[in-house]
T-cell receptor, first 111, second 118 residues
Framework: DAKTTQPNSMESNEEEPVHLPCNHS???????IHWYRQLPSQGPEYVIH???SNVNNRMASLAIAEDRKSSTLILHRATLRDAAVYYC????????????FGQGTILTVHP | DTEVTQTPKHLVMGMTNKKSLKCEQH?????MYWYKQKAKKPPELMFV???????INESVPSRFSPECPNSSLLNLHLHALQPEDSALYLC?????????????????FGPGTRLLVL
């Protein structure tokens, strides 16, 4: 499985944008980039996914580099409820549903 | 309804006990998953079921026995566990309607069962 690298932790202030980076230099052409987050004492929650083009949904935006070797999850206005561990995960054509979670980024949001 | 429910929320068991974890979804999903998450670690996949058949077993010890009796229900039977098996056990589901789970498919997770083995 292709591997992802994320910073261990990041901090933000409430109502400010947050850019969470992810490096995946060994990504293959069929790998989708998924982002999940896990709030304290909860199961992981889907945030967004993409293949090549940037993606937006009501929770976040995903910016994918042109060479696809990195991506950035953008939370446009962080709230205290966005404090969580954010996981960047690659899933390819032979994953058959398997999500391999890395260590993730612990996001702290300050009031 | 995008909810995956898991029971019980907490479970304490001895090493000689037999217990079961239950997971349920009513989204019409045909793929279901068990993950294990140790404290301060990421979730690790244990099993994948597709159309009630086991499709992936990540070399999990036989003291963990999964069962998918119907498309809405997934069980994990536990027997002769060790203290190091104490963890949060997460269930997830995804559409899986094609039989082969596509890589862009979203998984929906339950809140987990926190297991303590004494």
């Amino acid at each position: 499985d292709a591997k992802t690298t994320q910073p261990n932790s990041m901090e933000s202030n409430e109502e400010e944008p947050v850019h969470l980076p992810c490096n995946h230099s060994t990504i293959s052409g069929t790998d989708y980039i998924h982002w999940y987050r896990q709030l304290p004492s909860q199961g992981p929650e889907y945030v967004i996914h993409g293949l090549t083009s940037n993606v937006n949904n009501r929770m976040a935006s995903l910016a994918i580099a042109e060479d696809r070797k990195s991506s950035t999850l953008i939370l446009h206005r962080a709230t205290l409820r966005d404090a969580a561990v954010y996981y960047c995960i690659l899933a390819g054509g032979t994953s058959y549903g398997k999500l391999t979670f890395g260590q993730g980024t612990i996001l702290t949001v300050h009031p | 309804d995008t909810e995956v429910t898991q029971t019980p929320k907490h479970l304490v068991m001895g090493m000689t006990n037999k217990k079961s974890l239950k997971c349920e979804q009513h989204m019409g999903h045909r793929a279901m998953y068990w993950y294990k998450q140790k404290a301060k670690k990421p979730p690790e996949l244990m099993f994948v079921y597709s159309y009630e058949k086991l499709s992936i077993n990540e070399s999990v010890p036989s003291r963990f026995s999964p069962e998918c009796p119907n498309s809405s229900l997934l069980n994990l039977h536990l027997h002769a566990l060790q203290p190091e098996d104490s963890a949060l056990y997460l269930c997830a589901s995804s559409r899986g309607l094609a039989g082969v789970i596509p890589p862009q498919e979203t998984q929906y997770f339950g809140p987990g069962t926190r297991l303590l083995v004494l």
